[in-house]
C-alpha cells in the first residue's frame, strides 16, 4: 500500500538548520512529484514547496525561498527538504505528500503522510 | 497569489444534515481545485480534485461543484466521522494556495 514517512523535525534554535526525509512506498516513486505542506499550531495549511517527478522543476512558498530547498533520490524513493536560517515562525508540522506529475505539470497533492512536527525556539 | 476564500470559517451542524462550503479564488482557477478533509491530531485526506472528481474510495456523500472562481463542497447526511475541518485549495497556479478550512462542529 501507499506509504509516505516523514522524519528528521525535532527542536532547533533560530538562526540552525534541519533536514527533514519523506520515505516513499508503495507506488512508482519516478510517476509522483513530491509536496511539502506545513501547519502550524492551531493555524490552516500551508503549501511549501514542490519537487516534479523528474526533478526538472522545483517552486518555493516565498516566505521560504532562498532558506529552504527540496531535492530527491529516486534510488532510495526520498524527498529531503533542507531547512537553513530556520525562524521562529517556520515552527509546524510538514506534511509531505504525493502529487501525480503528467502532461507536463504535476497536479494536486492526493497521498499524506502523518507529518513530523518542527519547534524553532531559542 | 491566488487568494483563496472559504465560508463560512465553522458551522455546527447535526447528524444526517446536508451542509454546503463555499470556497472562492481571486482569479479564474480551470478548475484546479481540490478539497481536503481535517480530523484533529490527523494529517489531511483527499477528497475531491478538478473541482468534482472524487479521489479513489472515497464515499460518494462528498460532492463538488463550481467553475472559474466559484466552488462548492458537499456532504450529504453528516456521520460523526465527517465533523473535521475542511480546506480547499487551488494547484492552477504556483505558489499554490489554500482556503482559511471551514471547522464542521456538532
Not at chain 2, 465553522?10 to 480530523?39: E, M, P, Y
Request: net charge positive; with cysteine; hydrophobic share 30%.
Amino acid at each position: 500500500q501507499v506509504q509516505l514517512v516523514e522524519s528528521g523535525g525535532g527542536v532547533v534554535q533560530p538562526g540552525r538548520s534541519l533536514r527533514l526525509s519523506c520515505a516513499a512506498s508503495g507506488f512508482i516513486f519516478s510517476t509522483y512529484g513530491i509536496h511539502w505542506v506545513r501547519q502550524a499550531p492551531g493555524k490552516g495549511l500551508e503549501w511549501v514547496t514542490l519537487i516534479w517527478n523528474d526533478g526538472s522543476n522545483k517552486y518555493y512558498a516565498d516566505s521560504v525561498k532562498g532558506r529552504f530547498t527540496i531535492s530527491r533520490d529516486d534510488s532510495k524513493n526520498t524527498v529531503s527538504l533542507q531547512m537553513d536560517s530556520l525562524r521562529v515562525e517556520d515552527t509546524a508540522v510538514y506534511y509531505c505528500a504525493r502529487a501525480y506529475c503528467g502532461g507536463g505539470r504535476c497536479y494536486e497533492p492526493n497521498y499524506w503522510g502523518q507529518g513530523t512536527r518542527v519547534t524553532v525556539s531559542s | 497569489d491566488i487568494q483563496m476564500t472559504q465560508s463560512p470559517s465553522s458551522l455546527s451542524a447535526s447528524v444526517g444534515d446536508r451542509v454546503t462550503i463555499t470556497c472562492r479564488a481571486s482569479q479564474d482557477i480551470n478548475n484546479k481545485l481540490a478539497w481536503f478533509q481535517q480530523r484533529p491530531g490527523k494529517a489531511p485526506k483527499s477528497l475531491i480534485y478538478g473541482a468534482s472528481t472524487l479521489q479513489s474510495g472515497v464515499p460518494s456523500k462528498f460532492s463538488g461543484t463550481g467553475s472559474g472562481t466559484d466552488f462548492t463542497l458537499t456532504i450529504s447526511s453528516l456521520q460523526p466521522e465527517d465533523f473535521a475541518t475542511y480546506y480547499c485549495q487551488q494547484y492552477e497556479r504556483y505558489p499554490l494556495t489554500f482556503g482559511g478550512g471551514t471547522k464542521v462542529e456538532i
